[in-house]
């Protein structure tokens, strides 16, 4: 399995949402317009917009001769759809608006790429919005990886350190290009993303803020034990019957998610919790190290948590600032981990957590992937628990996804003895 973990260099968090701002009128006209052309509509009626013929990467404006607007807007049309679960969406057919809101497309681009088609380089398969908003899209499952990138490369030759090209298309061209070309490369070398995680048993999908690895910050990526994890308990919330019932007034319950990463378990357990029981009497601390917690907070904010979820910071070699700024020593009912442990250290940081912050009733969730490199650091995380008084009363083996694959996991639950 191809290990990501040495490959990052430090530098800046960069979180780019993506701009959407196009007016569902302004598409409407743009439709209808299509259909009062003379000409374009008499071969719409020959070439039906259903039309299911099969484009290829001939299909594509000549880098040659198509202007870069038109190329921006097949660039636009090639980004990736929205990624659930690590995996893309496949192509189901969508209304142009529906692409347009999903890759923020301007309309006067879809325009001027629809001119290209009808008058300039006139192309059947290609003559209408919805063709043309649909087909292209679908060519990055139906074209090979190495013919879009030799189109991508191409372009790149033509507009790259092009003195001639210096206007703001071009500026936007270059961007979109890069990423593109990014995207082929793996998640470790892609731009920042929101992911969007979707769990049984929870009514909306979670999106979650990735900012570009290009450090080595581990806590940018969401890792496929927390999907597993998050999955665990939210399934733990519904079945069992917690002996902190919610609406005891008495007992206000108190949640840690360690090395939180972009926080999806937490933030899993934080959303099950609000459906199941509302906000009260809970407290719920995601943490990590300081580098990583800016973005979990914009996770949190992004799930609209931040009035009932807090992202600090929990640096395992050093807990006492935590205590001193919250205290909570041996008080948290659920402490929950994911992918905790890769490097020598790890295994006593990780069980040091659990013996200061666990209550004594508590229970901790943790979920490891079973990564052949860190066997060994796996062996001195069970010694160290059980040295410590802590036993394991359920434990499963399953297999999830990563960026790179299926991965194989070890599910633990600990408390103590
Ligand atoms: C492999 S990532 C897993 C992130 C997240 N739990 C997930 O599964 O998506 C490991 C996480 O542990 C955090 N971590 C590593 N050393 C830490 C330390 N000394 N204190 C707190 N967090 C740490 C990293 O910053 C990173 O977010």
């Known amino acids: 399995m191809f290990d990501p973990l040495d490959l ?34 008499n071969v719409d009626e020959k070439e039906s917009d259903d039309d299911d013929t099969i484009i290829d990467n001939l299909d594509l404006p000549s880098v040659r001769y198509a202007p870069p607007e038109v190329i921006l807007c097949i660039l636009v049309l090639l980004r990736p759809n929205r990624q659930v679960n690590f995996n893309q969406e496949t192509g189901k057919d969508k209304s142009v608006l529906e692409i ?66 210096n206007d703001e298309t071009v500026q936007q061209l270059l961007k979109e290009l890069s990423s593109r070309i990014s995207e082929n490369c ?14 049984k048993n929870l009514t909306n999908a979670i999106p979650l803020y990735e900012p570009s690895l290009t450090a080595d910050n581990l806590g940018w990526k969401t890792w496929g034990s927390s999907l597993i994890l998050s999955q665990l308990v939210v399934d733990h919330l519904l079945t069992t019957n917690l002996n902190f019932a919610a609406n005891s007034d008495t007992k206000q319950i108190k949640v840690l998610e360690l090395g939180a990463g972009t926080g999806l378990v937490g933030l899993s357990w934080a959303l099950k919790w609000r459906e ?20 979990l907070k914009k996770n949190v904010s992004l799930n609209n948590l931040q009035d009932f979820v807090q992202a600090e910071t929990l640096d395992w070699t050093n807990p006492q600032s935590f205590i001193d700024k919250f205290g909570h020593e041996n008080e948290f009912d659920i402490i929950l981990v994911a992918d905790p442990i ?21 229970t901790c969730h943790l979920e490891i992937p079973l990564r052949a490199k ?24 399953s297999e999830g996804m990563d960026d790179w694959g299926v991965v194989k996991y070890l599910y633990r639950q600990i408390v103590r003895n």
């Open 276 to 295: 199941l029981h509302g906000t009260d009497n809970i407290e719920i601390f995601v943490t990590d190290l300081p580098e990583i917690v800016t973005n």
């Open 100 to 165: 347009c809101e999903s890759h923020g497309l301007e309309p006067d681009l879809l325009k001027r790429l629809l001119g290209w088609y009808t008058e300039e380089w006139p192309n059947k398969r290609l003559n209408s919005l919805k063709k043309i908003c649909n087909k292209i899209p679908m060519l990055r499952f139906m074209v090979s990886k190495e013919l879009l990138l030799s189109y991508y490369t191409s372009v790149l030759k033509k507009y790259n350190n092009c003195c001639g090209f």
């Open 8 to 41: 990052y260099t430090p530098d800046e968090i960069q979180v780019e949402p993506l701009q959407f701002d196009l007016a569902e009128k302004e598409l409407e006209e743009l439709s209808s317009q299509q259909q009062r052309d003379g000409t374009l509509a």
């Open 186 to 199: 793996g998640r470790t070398a892609q731009p920042s993303i929101i992911r969007y995680f979707e769990l």
């Open 374 to 397: 860190y066997a060994r650091e796996r062996e001195v995380l069970k010694l160290l628990l059980l040295e410590n008084n802590f036993k394991v009363v359920e434990e499963g083996h």
């Open 342 to 362: 890769y490097s020598p250290q790890h295994p006593e940081w990780v069980v040091n957590m659990i013996s200061k912050f666990l209550a004594p009733s508590g």
